[in-house]
């Protein structure tokens, strides 16, 4: 619509000192990895997550390829990880030519249900990989303890959590190796970037070498191992540090957010929203979700297109991964079905939800989602 204003699904806030230490990489001429940025960035950020190492790399795509290198999957080793998440999840462990196996989604919470994997636990299994989505941890007292009981691995993706708490303890601080990104869209951003987060040393170390194309320490551009280029720049870790120091900050400013939508859309019967709070934590809202009912007669697409052209910007839900036609053609999952993951994946989608976002803009968004459903 022409006369209105259109609100966009996300807008980051970048008001702190971000241009005092963006200027300060120009001024200093530190632009690339080597800066100094990088290292504050990393000891920040892995101390704010309650881990003793940081490794700043490009993106929380290559943060979780790294991680699922570091950790010496081998062909036919399984990882137990969630049905409904993002493709990088999966692709970093098909790359390594570890063998994905999937849970379906918990229906309220929309992470992985917990309490399938022991039923996926094979001879095989090395690792979990918990994904914690949208706006609530993972439960993972029971991760942890079938970790325990079958000496698995954790793989912990927080990329969407940082900041969020379960039980008191940082989300991202539960994995053998934990990997963040810090997209636009995400609590604190860099541009483009991630982290990779552990207390493991040797983990640490191996995940620095093949972040640097492994050069050997004692003879550059000698190499025992191929590495990759997934250097983060000292102006993103400059944009990071500006923006670590406001995280409790945004953190806040986002339930206050979703708590705003929910008063707004809590009446609303035709949508399922999402749980603001489970006795292990309180919701971040990283993205405002809401799930359509079966009596609405269109499905997320639709929704998205009557919000788009109500002037509201949105985004689908997740595509499972047995469903994607590149795991398809590589002959992967077949005959998988997880209903839950499928149904929300269908019915699901996010209404804007960045930082930058006024209360009148969420009053605006919530009242142009009522005016488009049933
Ligand atoms: C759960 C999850 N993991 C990983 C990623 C990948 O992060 P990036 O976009 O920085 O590669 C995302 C991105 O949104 C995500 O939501």
Known sequence: MADQEFIPVNTPLLDGNEKKYLIECIDTGWVSSEGPFIKRFEEGFAAKMGRKYGVAVSNGSVALDTAAISL??????????????????????????????????DPLTWNMDVSQIEAKITSRTKAIMVVHVYGLPVEMDKVIQLAQKYNLKIIEDAAEQHGQ?????????????????????????????????????????????????CFRPDRRFVHDELGYNYRMTNIQAALGVAQLERMDEFVAKKRRMGALYNKLLSHVTSIQLGVPRTDYAESIYWVYGVVLKDEVPFDARQAIERLTNAGVGARPFFWCMHEQPV?????????????????????????????GLSEKQIETAAKRLISILP
Not at 75 to 84: G, K, L, N, R, T
Not at 85 to 100: D, K, L, N, Y
Not at 166 to 177: H, Q
């Open 72 to 105: 010496d999957l081998k062909p036919s080793d399984e990882v137990i990880m969630p049905a409904f998440t993002i493709i990088c999840c999966a692709s970093a462990i098909t790359r390594v030519g570890a063998v994905p196996v999937l849970v379906d989604a």
């Open 165 to 213: 708490h379960y039980k008191g303890r940082p989300v991202g601080s539960f994995g053998d190796i934990s990997c963040f990104s810090f997209y636009p869209n995400k609590h604190i951003t860099t541009g483009e970037g991630g982290m990779i987060a552990t207390d493991d040393p040797t983990l640490a170390k191996r995940c620095r070498a093949l972040r640097n194309l």
């Open 327 to 355: 795991f398809e053609k590589m002959g992967m999952f077949k005959n998988d079905k997880y209903p839950v993951g499928e149904r929300i994946a269908r019915r699901g989608f996010y209404i804007p939800s960045g930082l």
